[in-house]
C-alpha cells in the first residue's frame, strides 16, 4: 500500500510506502538521496502505533519514542495530551522542550474489566484542552493509543454529534478484539451538554486543509494484532 505526501517545500512530491510500522521512501527516492548520507535519515518516518488523523488539527496514537520523533516534527506539534499517569519520558521531555511543544497531562490508570474507573472530570478536563484551537495541531496518546485516547476521542465524537453507532465503530477499529464494553459504557453515559458553549472552529466535515495532502492509515487497520 502507498500512501503519498506532498510537501509544499521545493515542490517536491514524495511516495512513501508503508512497511511494517515504518513509512520507507519509495526506492527510487531512496536512490535519489544515497549520495545525501544524513540527509537518508530525514526521509525515514516511523509514525506512534495506532496513529491516526482525528480532525483538523486533532490526532492520536499510541506512546510514541524516540524513532517516532522525526515524523512528529512534520505535525508541526503545538500540544501534546498524555492520558498516562507515568511521569513523561525524559527523552521526550527534550524533544518537547526543543520543538517547543506544551505538554498536558492527564493521569488515568490503565484498568482492565470488570474494575474499571473511567474519571469522567479528567475526561472533560482533557476535552476542554482539545477544544481549544490555540492547542492545535495536538496529538492525544495512552500506552497503546486504544482505550483510554478511545474514550476520550469517543467523547469528543460525541460533541461532534456522531451517531453511537458510529461512536463505538470507530473505537472498536482501534480496540480491536480489546475492545471493553466498559469503555463503549462510558461513552455512552457521558454528558457532554457542559461542554457545549465551547466553539467548535474544526470540524471533521470540513476539508482538513493542512493536512488534506497527507492520506494517512490509521497502523491498526494496516496490521492488526
Keep these: 500500500m502507498k500512501l503519498e505526501l506532498h510537501q509544499e517545500t521545493d515542490e517536491m512530491c514524495r511516495t512513501i510506502q508503508v512497511v511494517g510500522d515504518v513509512l520507507h521512501l519509495s526506492p527510487s527516492v531512496a536512490a535519489a538521496a544515497a549520495d545525501g548520507g544524513e540527509e537518508c535519515a530525514d526521509d525515514l518516518f516511523m509514525p506512534p502505533l495506532n496513529f491516526a488523523i482525528v480532525d483538523n488539527g486533532i490526532f492520536r496514537s499510541g506512546f510514541p519514542d524516540s524513532s517516532n520523533f522525526s515524523f512528529l516534527q512534520t505535525l508541526g506539534l503545538r500540544s501534546i495530551i498524555c492520558l498516562c499517569p507515568e511521569p513523561y519520558p525524559e527523552t521526550n521531555v527534550e524533544f518537547l522542550k526543543s520543538n517547543g511543544i506544551k505538554l498536558f497531562q492527564f493521569g488515568i490508570e490503565g484498568y482492565k474489566e470488570p ?17 481549544d484551537v490555540r492547542n492545535h495541531p495536538i496529538l492525544i496518546h495512552c500506552k497503546r493509543g486504544k ?39 462510558f461513552m455512552e453515559m457521558f454528558d457532554v451538554s457542559s461542554l457545549k458553549h465551547i466553539p467548535m472552529p474544526f470540524s471533521c466535515s470540513k476539508r482538513l486543509h493542512r493536512y488534506d495532502k497527507l492520506v494517512l492509515v490509521p497502523t491498526c487497520l494496516l496490521f492488526p494484532s
Design 115 to 131: 474494575f474499571v474507573n473511567i474519571p469522567e472530570d479528567t475526561i472533560r478536563e482533557a476535552l476542554k484542552v482539545v477544544l
Design 147 to 185: 482505550h483510554r485516547t478511545g474514550c476520550l476521542v469517543g467523547c469528543l465524537r460525541k460533541l461532534q454529534r456522531w451517531c453511537l453507532s458510529s461512536v463505538f465503530d470507530e473505537y472498536q477499529r482501534f480496540a480491536a478484539a480489546k475492545a471493553r464494553i466498559a469503555d463503549q459504557r
